[in-house]
């Protein structure tokens, strides 16, 4: 099938034919074809880029995490176990 010419009546005729059920992963889909803002975003370099930019309150609705603190210091936990069982990596952390 040839993507040239493709109309939006007849992608919306092929949503359609997806079960009800299965709509969710249509979605997903159709999201990952769409441009990412972070790839076309300012590389963040100060604080105002930070703040500016969609990274902050991207776990917000999270429900696994519990307490912030204790969640990255699992992270570093789990990270410094990969990184050699502990030994320091070449900035000494």
Same mark, same amino acid.
């Given at each position: 099938m040839s993507t040239a010419? =493709?109309?939006t009546q007849e992608i919306l005729n092929a949503v359609q034919l997806v079960p =009800?059920?299965?709509w969710s992963e249509v979605l997903?889909?159709?999201e990952s074809l769409q441009p990412q803002s972070f790839a076309s975003a300012s590389p963040i370099r100060t604080g105002t880029d930070l703040r500016d930019s969609e990274l902050i309150g991207v776990w917000a609705d999270r429900t696994d995490v519990g307490n912030s603190q204790e969640f990255a210091r699992e992270l570093r936990r789990q990270?410094?176990?990969r990184n050699g069982q502990g030994r320091s990596d070449v900035?000494?952390?």
């Open positions: 010419g =493709v109309t =009800v059920e299965r997903q889909a159709i990270a410094e176990q900035a000494g952390h």
